[in-house]
Each structure stands twice: as C-alpha cells, then as structure tokens.
C-alpha cells in the first residue's frame, strides 16, 4: 500500500510502501524518485520473546539506515517507538504504524 506521505532522509524525498513480510509482521519499504528500492526501512524478526503487535512495525535504524527511525516520525508515519531489544550488537526499534 502507497502512502501519500513523503519521507526527507538524507537528502532524498522517498514515497512509502507498506505491506507484510511472509511472517506477516508489517514492512516499510521506501523508493526515490525514479520509483527504485531505496531501503527496507523494517525489518521481520521471529522470537518468541520478541511479539509486536499487530500494528507494529519493527525500524533498523543502523548501518546506512542510521536516521531512518526519525525521519519516519516526522513524516507522520510511525509513533515514537514504545519498545527497543538488542539482537547482537544493534538495537531494533517496535513503533506503532499510524493510521492513514
């Protein structure tokens, strides 16, 4: 589903597509202008102690999508996140998606 909301990071002005990985937690994916893959802004993680609900959404805001976890808040896309968890050296981040 596109979003008619445009994400600034880094320079770029990126439209939003969310949709369900196969585990059906909930995936943001962004595109630049020329309509190509800029970045998987989430990521799906299956862990028995790690349970989002239904309307969260899971941010990696590391690596090159360092900034990514601010620039959706801003753009209205997601809530402030509500809980974090460390999987190995990084910190994910479960924000809730806010409704179109």
Do not use: W
């Not at 589903?1 to 585990?23: A, Q, R």
């Not at 800029?38 to 590391?62: E, F, G, L, Q």
């Not at 976890?69 to 209205?76: R, S």
């Amino acid at each position: 589903m596109h979003i008619d909301k445009l994400v600034k990071f880094k320079g770029e002005s990126l439209t939003v597509d969310i949709g369900h990985y196969t585990n059906g937690q909930i995936y943001i994916r962004l595109y630049d202008a020329n309509g190509c893959v800029y970045m998987m802004a989430s990521t799906a993680y299956d862990n028995a102690m790690v349970d989002p609900a239904a309307d969260d959404v899971i941010i990696k805001n590391y690596s090159e999508n360092h900034g990514v976890l601010d620039a959706l808040i801003k753009a209205d896309i997601i809530e402030k996140p509500h809980a974090t968890f460390p999987v190995n050296q990084v910190t994910l981040y479960i924000a809730k998606l806010k409704q179109s």
